[in-house]
């Protein structure tokens, strides 16, 4: 007789304990309707009063076990530019091709604000006003706007979806670009399942508080406890983005919950899904979606032995290979680790993910008898790795990694402009993880030596009739000749492109044009132009003639314009920008007054600017180079690059004098 | 006799359509290639109307993708709501020899809600790129859509977009003899081809052919007033079962007062209570509505919800009352209904929106298709005065560059009546600065700067008006072009009476805004306002130079320099006058006081083609003077 009646105190404790979590619905006070200003951030246009959401996994109806997932929120709106934080929308995902969306109930909301007289008024949603809208096949919103908002007015509203996506376990915002006062975030998980639990950013839980629940689940007779934890955080300030920043994710506190292993309560088998890298490593092996589509290379022997016939070292069949996928393939712009259409039916029709196209460029260069691997990484903007605990979902892009001889080769063939072993932008982004079928995997760093360079050389004469002619010569190397095809080939012709190039500067005269290496992509892009410039309208009538020798894109203004910064700066990759102006003078013409030589410097090498002056015969040769060696510049170093910029802006400021003799 | 002469031509076009099957990219026409990243082989449009709640589309059309540019033209997009049917998808894709490759229906397509932006939106697309990466490839394609409805007919307009060379393209309707319709052909070589078919139906059709593809040009007017198309409006019709008729802008007008604006305009008691006491107090009705209006802006904020009746019928006025929001339409009504309260006339206005290009209503040819928002007209004696109803700061009265200058449809109680609102010149909208600097023997730029702007300008500082101090520092930062600008302080006010201003003063200092080398000092002389846009040079131009909105910029800087120094340089006079504007700098240094002015005009308006050029060195000669480098030397 003594358990049940113990049990039953528990259970009026734990029901207790979790209804004093969430705050009560449809109340306001008044000290927060008098609100006029949000005192640790008076610049905030709304506040985030009090945040509540709550994670379960229960038994809905019929043994159906859902995820259910439930948000509270209540917002204090000083004025109207926070009005869009009064229109809601709930995305629901649906990922089988039927029409069965994660499901919304429950949805109330309600404004409360001063009417006319001063009087507090209270104004709810009316359901009718809720608007369920199918996206697309995926995804599906329901979308509202609370009534009533006007300056000064409070809101409030909660919903709560069902899902059965247990590896989907909602994570939680704590910061948003709105300050909060209070935020919690419950979650009950029964023993059945383990997720990992890991906090982004650089705030501190104010709570952090975890408690056993027993007998909180329970399905055709087996029950199990649960871990009740809370997380709460108090005073969180907006968060703010700035320019050169690589993906707000990396730096807004949140927290993420990845499903580590489960066991089904229908039969009681254990399924293990995360939990170290050796457990991901198997699953990705095993998944026909990745380690599926690797071993396919029965479906690829035949394509491949045309491709390398004749061919005998790896790296020209490597090249060969990856030229061939990047012009088999059309990408169809989904990303993602998992194949979407699989290899087979993304070859026959040309179109394919960025998992079904790398990793087939993977299978095709193993069967070619290469050693390539697949590196899983996550793009710039979505944010950098944990490397603390493996968590799969991290992941949201895979590229094939090639190695010849000591040599690493890292492809994506999704983008026909890219040459071989060059990743495009989007994936520089610390590391990558190495996978193969037969060896552990293991982190690679992929800030690989990618610069970007360019080289510009004028090499003109002085006529008397005030133009200068001669010749443009324009080498760009690396990543830069990456984005200068892809310049011109927005452009149906190369003549077309000359001709905006032209059009552009209108000083400027192309009477010859050529372009190099247009299509061989691991080639630097030359581009050379005979050209005539405008620059003197009335030689004979001035003795004097000046001259600014940072002819080409010299700088004017300077990009960085804080005081101070919080966020490090990220520029992508290192790079490095040669001008040189040769000039020839008619013999009437002597330089009065030369450049001076100057040489600036970013503090612990992280970049160089320098300009030097060679007097000729008649002549001048001019060069100035402006290197950035780091890809990224931390906070503490903004100071120095924003000083580095204002040093060479007013060096640039300096004119030459040409005197007539 | 004559109809027998049409049906053998139409024989003729439909063998000559079954005859070309033929895409082999080699045969495309070679003066059609220049600028062109896709070349329409073929397309029939054709439009019957079966009944006033059935009209089918037949849509024919075949597209040859010379690059990768042209992809995008290949995407085949089909909006629908549920009032449309979707049926008989299906198509083909060819390689650059003309060889099928591929084929495909509608299984392949995606349907997706194209109402983003919106809380509510009915409309949707299905649609589908296939995926071919050999070029240049073929897709050919039809499709059937029906529509419940005959208000609206898409109009035809065969070579619209950038990039785009036509082959051949045809447009036929077909309808019973007794559907009678209205249709203005625009930069149309040839006229319609009016007859009847087998089935003793009417049909009128157009084709065009061997359009080249249009390239950009900076300066160009609005697409529709140099591409070729057709509309068509109907006489009688039914939508969303609404039955109507109109033949002008009249009787349209008041078919949508009648059936989609009637009692919509009900307030609840208080509310109307509450605005006779509000305005109780004030005699001068134009006072009278800015109280009204400025209390509606208070109250509501905008949102687009596209609901009833097709998207055209505003939410009821009690609706917008209790839930202070609403889109155009809605928040028009709404504030017609206070103003009626205090018994002030108003009129619920259908224009088309943008700041491009002011797009008029056409005078000549009626239909419901041509707008896409709603503004207010409020036709006071003597001085009719018009507000937009969906911002919240915006003065009364006040239109700016959204809906200025253009022909709208007002809903009078005598009916539909074409307005024009008002336009704002070259001479109203000024951004006008005055600034007086000192530059100290460091080159530390210190002083203060006052701007006023008006006209269209009267906006240009409405997104840092609500923000903190240190935010608006930041913004203000990005807006001007001076390096290591560090602002002491900043002050913007906003008078909103009928002739609005904003005005801004910052005190500000900025180090290192001059520069010494070699003896001489170095600063550019344009601080705030330099023009870096020069419109790229266009071989053989096309379209005449359109400009769309003047304006003025008028500048006047006062910098003390440090003693005893003089200019190196002739010091810079431009004086430069044309049709399309003006611009004038001088610079003058007396004692330790060097003064800079500059004025910048450019005038609306639209001009020959031929003064292209001119504008492209017009705009160059201002950059080259907003780059000068004042250069002083020590006198001896």
Redesign the interface.
Known sequence: MKKPLLIFFFLIFISGLSSAQDFPYGATSTQEMNMKNYAKD??A?AVVLQEFGKSRIAVVSDDNIKLIYEYHVKIKIF???A?DKG?IQIPVYNNSDNDSYESVSDIAGVTYYKD?NGFTQK?ELEDK?I?P?????HWA?Y???L?????GCVIEYKYKIESPYFENFHSWHFQDDIPKVYSEYEVHIPAFWNYNASLKGFLKLSKNKSELESKCFELRGSSSDCSLISYGMADIPAFIEDEYMTSPKNFLSAINFELVEYTSPYDGVKRRVTKEWKDIDYRLKTEPEFGGQLKRKGLLKDKITPIIAGKNDELTKAKAIYQYWQ????W?LYTGIWSVDGVGKALD???GSVADINLSLVTALNVAGLNAEAVLLSTRENGALNTLYPVIGDFNYVVAKVNIGDQVYMLDATDPLLPFGMLPFKCLNDKGRVFSLDKPSYFMDLSLPQREKSNYMLDVTLQDDGKLKGTLTNYSTGYEAYKRRSAI????SVD?YV??L???L??WKILKSEIRNLDSLDMPVSELYEVEIDVYKKMEENN?L?F?PYYLNKI???PL???ERSYPVDMGMASEDRYVITLHLPTQYTVE?PP?TTSISIPNGGGRYMASYEPGDNSFSFLYVTQFSKSVYSAEEYPYLKEFF?KI???Q???M?FRKK | MRSFIIICCFIAISTLAKAQQNYDASLIPKDLLPYASSVVRNEEITIEVKALDNTVYHVKKAITVLNKNGDDDAHIVIYHDKNDVIKNVKGVVYNEFGKQIDKFSESKFDDVSVGSGSLFDSERAEHYLPAVTSYPYTIAYEYEEKSKQTLNFDPWVPNSDLGIAVEKSSFNFICSPGFNIKYKESNLPVKAIIGSNAQGLKTYSWQVSNLKAIKYEPFSPYVRNYASSVQIAPEKFEYYALKGSYTNWNELGKWISDKLMANRQELPFQTVEHVKEITKDITDPKLKAKKIYEYMQAKTHYISVQVGIGGYQPFLAADVDQQSYGDCKALVNYTQALLKAANIESYYCIVKSGRSFNISLQSDFASMNQADHIILCVPFKNDTTWADCTSQTIPFGYLGDFTDNRTVLALTPEGGKLLRTPKYTAQENIESRKADFIINAAGELSGTMTTTFKGTDYEDRDDLIKEPKSEQYKMEQKKYPINNMDIESLDIKQDKSFDPVTTETIKLNARDYATLDNGKFYFLLNPANRENYVPKQVRNRQNNVNITRGYTEADEVTYTIPDGYRLEKKALEVNINKSFGNFTVKMMLKGDKLIYKRKFQLIGGTYDKDVYQDLVDFYQSVVDADEYNVVLVKIN
Do not use: C, M
């Open positions: 008076t610049s246009h004025d109207s530019k009005f229109t006319d104004v006003k608007y809208v199918k996206e697309n096949k919103n979308k509202f706007a009534p009533g908002l006007r300056n012009k088999w393939f059309k169809n029709t040309h179109s080939k927005k452009f149906n077309e001709e905006n032209n059009g552009k209108s000083r004097k000046t600014s004017i203004t300077n314009k804080l005081n007054t001076q204002n802006i007013q060096s400021k300096t004119e004098v």
